[in-house]
């Protein structure tokens, strides 16, 4: 049983924007804060911000400005809108909920 699914990773210029989507089960959706994670080529998975069911959001500060974290509670759904994308921002991306991980989404940032 899916519990998380990440959708909307494509390959994106610098500069650029794109918006990936967390479809959660109801369950989790409404009970649990989910988070955004993302894990670069080679390096430790990490924690790029967070959405509670209130909808209070949190971000490190390495996206803070650039990564909006957003709901849809009409959807189970929650959004990562990353603006001014750098190719640094390369990553799979993987939301996380009631201690679930989703299979992730590949965000590629290249000319």
């Known amino acids: 049983q899916v519990h998380l699914e990440e959708s909307?990773?494509?390959?994106?210029?610098?500069?650029?924007?794109?918006?990936?989507?967390?479809?959660?089960?109801?369950?989790?959706?409404?009970?649990?804060?989910?988070?955004?994670?993302?894990?670069?080529p080679g390096k430790a998975r990490t924690f790029i911000?967070?959405?509670?069911?209130?909808?209070?959001?949190?971000?490190?500060?390495?996206?803070?400005?650039?990564?909006?974290?957003?709901?849809?509670?009409?959807k189970d759904?929650?959004?990562?809108?990353m603006n001014d994308l750098k190719s640094e921002d390369t990553a799979v991306y993987y939301c996380f909920g009631n201690n679930q991980w989703g299979q992730g989404t590949q965000v590629t940032v290249s000319s």
Not at 12 to 36: E, H, K, N
Not at 77 to 81: K, S
């Open 8 to 40: 909307g990773g494509s390959l994106v210029q610098p500069g650029g924007s794109l918006r990936l989507s967390c479809v959660a089960s109801r369950s989790i959706f409404s009970s649990y804060p989910i988070s955004w994670f993302r894990q670069p």
């Open 49 to 74: 911000g967070q959405i509670t069911t209130a909808g209070t959001t949190f971000y490190p500060d390495s996206v803070k400005g650039r990564f909006t974290i957003s709901r849809d509670n009409a």
């Open 77 to 81: 759904t929650v959004y990562l809108q």
